[in-house]
């Protein structure tokens, strides 16, 4: 069974930085989509970043390029995001998940639709 579990959110000023994790057991496959949703309060759940741990490669929507990092540690299934210069806009619930298996969910845009496992979220707080 696939659990994740983020950690990492807070309270911050603008122009702070945050790094959130999830802790993703379970996942057999040799590689996975992994990414990164946010969804604030009374709007659509957006997806801000992608990994596929394949090959590493990565994919930012334009919301957070230039500010937000995702990496993962294989040793310890870890996801990251790191976000520095975080704006009010930042604002939003931020929640980790991953594809079925392999790279299919790794799609541009970034579709939430395409991933199969999701965990509870974390919430993050910019204030002006």
């Known amino acids: 069974q696939v659990h994740m579990v983020e950690s990492g959110g807070d309270s911050v000023q603008a122009g702070g930085s945050l790094r959130l994790s999830c802790a993703a057991s379970?996942?057999?496959?040799?590689?996975?989509?992994m990414g990164w949703f946010r969804q604030a309060a009374g709007k659509e759940r957006e997806g801000v970043a992608t990994?596929?741990?394949?090959?590493?490669?990565?994919y930012y929507a334009d919301s957070g390029k230039g500010r937000f990092t995702i990496s993962r540690d294989y040793a310890t299934n870890t996801l990251f995001l790191q976000m520095n210069n975080l704006r009010p806009e930042d604002t939003a619930m931020y929640s980790c998940?991953?594809?079925?298996?392999?790279?299919?969910?790794?799609?541009?845009?970034?579709?939430?639709?395409?991933?199969?496992?999701w965990g509870q979220g974390t919430q993050v707080t910019v204030s002006s």
């Open positions: 379970g996942l057999t496959h040799f590689a996975y989509c």
């Open positions: 998940a991953a594809g079925s298996g392999w790279g299919g969910a790794c799609r541009r845009p970034i579709n939430g639709a395409d991933f199969t496992y």
């Open positions: 990994i596929y741990t394949g090959r590493g490669s990565t």
